[in-house]
């Protein structure tokens, strides 16, 4: 099974009141840093609050409290066998945000979690930035990527997200999400977005080194955001931000905000 599958997760998000209401479902990935396990997902998921124009976005003004997450239990490790197993965790504690978010907040759609690590080694998760990956691969424009989600809920088999093809639209800029040409759905935001490259790497212009990787070399490189538009038939565009924003968040750690405050 491809390891960055095992990096992914299917998030549902909820407000616990009297009973749960479910407001919306996404997807999310681990990460780790400092030895600390941490779920990387988008801003707009975990507030319920759209991170371009600070509207709710569920249709009565739901804002979720609850965290579902759906790990991934090995059941038998001969025949490969994966099956779900969710845990909830609260959103907020003492009425703060649980989640560490971008010094941008709302300007950077993307936020990590930090989770106990003693929880993660019960599943079969991986955290994405330890799976092996061709660190050297630079992200260019037109080079193909996949998105990996949940789209419109559905799941592949033994609980693994759908391989959406793309392609990258726009040439890379510092600070600047991509933007990823692919017919997105709902469902996929939070989603990691992977680079591949297939056939000869390493070559420095058009001249051989010697040192050349004859195959195919992929790469975390973006977390997903969403369509740009509301038209799913329109020109088909998403925006994914850079990798690099998770180094910020997690180095500066700045604090989660209620996002009506």
Not at 98 to 117: T, Y
Request: glycine residues 10%; proline residues 4%; contains cysteine.
């Amino acid at each position: 099974m491809q390891k960055f599958s095992m990096a992914v997760a299917k998030i549902e998000m909820f407000r616990q009141a009297e009973g749960l209401l479910l407001g919306g479902t996404g997807t999310a990935f681990f990460y780790k840093s400092d030895n600390k396990i941490f779920l990387v997902t988008n801003w707009h998921n975990v507030t319920g609050v759209n991170a371009v124009t600070g509207k709710t976005i569920h249709s009565q003004g739901l804002l979720p409290n609850l965290l579902r997450i759906h790990y991934k239990q090995l059941v038998d490790a001969d025949k490969k066998m994966i099956r779900s197993q969710h845990r909830d965790i609260p959103l907020y504690c003492k009425n703060e945000p649980v989640w560490l978010e971008h010094s941008k907040r709302s300007g950077v759609d993307v936020v990590a979690i930090p989770l106990f690590v003693s929880e993660f080694e019960n599943f079969a998760n991986e955290c994405i930035n330890t799976i092996d990956q061709e660190a050297g691969l630079e992200v260019a424009a037109g080079m193909d990527c996949y998105i990996l989600g949940f789209p419109e809920n559905l799941i592949g088999a033994a609980n693994t997200p759908i391989w959406k093809r793309g392609s990258i639209a726009s040439e890379p800029y510092q600070q600047h999400p991509y933007f990823i040409d692919s017919a997105t759905r709902k469902g996929m935001s939070g989603a990691p977005v992977i680079a591949r490259h297939t056939g000869i790497f390493g070559m420095k212009g058009q001249t051989m080194t010697g040192n050349e990787i004859i195959g195919t070399v992929e790469k975390f490189i973006a977390i997903y955001s969403g369509r740009v538009g509301d038209d799913e038939l329109g020109f088909q565009l998403g925006t994914a931000w850079q990798a690099n924003v998770l180094d910020d968040i997690l180095s500066v750690k700045t604090p989660g905000k209620h996002p009506l405050l």
